[in-house]
């Protein structure tokens, strides 16, 4: 069994910049993922990696102004966010899979979720 628990939300001003922590109680998955949602709307895929650090998945969309690293040593994943707009204004959350060993933006191949942190982009 594995727990995640995200950090680093909060309010940040349009054209700031954020980093959210995704702590793991251990490491026994094979890829790590962020994923966020607004109210209304699905959940969206941002960006992925495996453990390996051999492979990385990206949106899109989110290339150029979100990263995602991991810290083998703290089993902790992190997105850094810049350029933030008010639409990225979501609730974050990272996700980690026993099931698969290559990145991946489908939210059902994830089996652990975190409880998500909230992200609010003022205009």
């Known amino acids: 069994q594995v727990q995640l628990v995200e950090s680093g939300g909060g309010l940040v001003q349009a054209g700031g910049s954020l980093t959210l922590s995704c702590a793991a109680s251990?490491?026994?998955?094979?890829?790590v993922g962020w994923f966020r949602q607004a109210p209304g709307k699905e959940r969206e895929f941002l960006v992925a990696?495996?453990?390996?650090?051999?492979?990385?998945a990206y949106a899109n969309s989110m290339k150029g102004r979100f990263t995602i690293s991991r810290d083998n040593a703290k089993n902790t994943a992190y997105l850094q966010m810049n350029s933030l707009k008010p639409e990225d204004t979501a609730v974050y959350y990272c996700?980690?899979?026993?099931?698969?060993?290559?990145?991946?933006?489908?939210?059902?191949?994830?089996?652990?979720w975190g409880q998500g942190t909230q992200v609010t982009v003022s205009s």
């Open positions: 990696l495996n453990w390996s650090g051999s492979n990385t």
């Open positions: 996700a980690a899979s026993t099931n698969s060993n290559y990145p991946t933006p489908m939210p059902e191949t994830y089996n652990y």
């Open positions: 251990r490491r026994t998955f094979s890829i």
